[in-house]
Nanobody
Framework: QVQLVESGGGLVQAGESLRLSCAAS????????MSWFRQTPGKEREFAAA????????YYADSVKERFTISKDYAKNTVYLQMISLKPEDTAVYYC????????????????????WGQGTQVTVSS
C-alpha cells in the first residue's frame, strides 16, 4: 500500500503563487508515475502534470504549461506542484495520484490509470 498526503492549498488572488506538496509513504518502490489532477464540481478529474517516480521528463496539460512546474524531492519522497500566475479558472480541488503500472502517452492523462490517490487539497483563486 501507498499513502499520499497533499498539502499547500489555500485562497489566493489572481496572479499569485502556491506550491502544493504530495508526500508519499509505504511501498513507494513500486511506484512508476506521479501526477497531479484537479477537479471542479460536476466535472471529471482533469490532468495537470506528470513525472516519473524515478525522475525524467515532465508533462503538462496545455492549460497549465509555463505556469505550473512539477518536481520531486527524492530524499523526502515528496512531489511538488509549483503554481505561478494563478487564474480564477485554476480554482479546483487538486489531487496527487500514483501508478504502479507503466503509464505513458495519453494514459498519463487518464485518471483510471492511477491506483493511489490523495485526499485532495482545495485551491481557490479570486479575481
Amino acid at each position: 500500500q501507498v499513502q499520499l498526503v497533499e498539502s499547500g492549498g489555500g485562497l489566493v488572488q489572481a496572479g499569485e503563487s502556491l506550491r502544493l506538496s504530495c508526500a508519499a509513504s509505504g511501498r513507494t518502490f513500486n511506484l512508476y508515475r506521479m501526477s497531479w489532477f484537479r477537479q471542479t464540481p460536476g466535472k471529471e478529474r482533469e490532468f495537470a502534470a506528470a513525472i516519473r517516480w524515478s525522475g525524467g521528463p515532465v508533462y503538462y496539460a496545455d492549460s497549465v504549461k509555463e505556469r505550473f512546474t512539477i518536481s520531486k524531492d527524492y530524499a523526502k519522497n515528496t512531489v511538488y506542484l509549483q503554481m505561478i500566475s494563478l487564474k480564477p479558472e485554476d480554482t479546483a480541488v487538486y489531487y496527487c495520484a500514483a501508478s504502479t503500472e507503466v503509464v505513458n502517452g495519453d494514459r498519463r492523462k487518464d485518471a483510471n490509470a492511477y491506483k493511489y490517490w490523495g485526499q485532495g487539497t482545495q485551491v481557490t483563486v479570486s479575481s
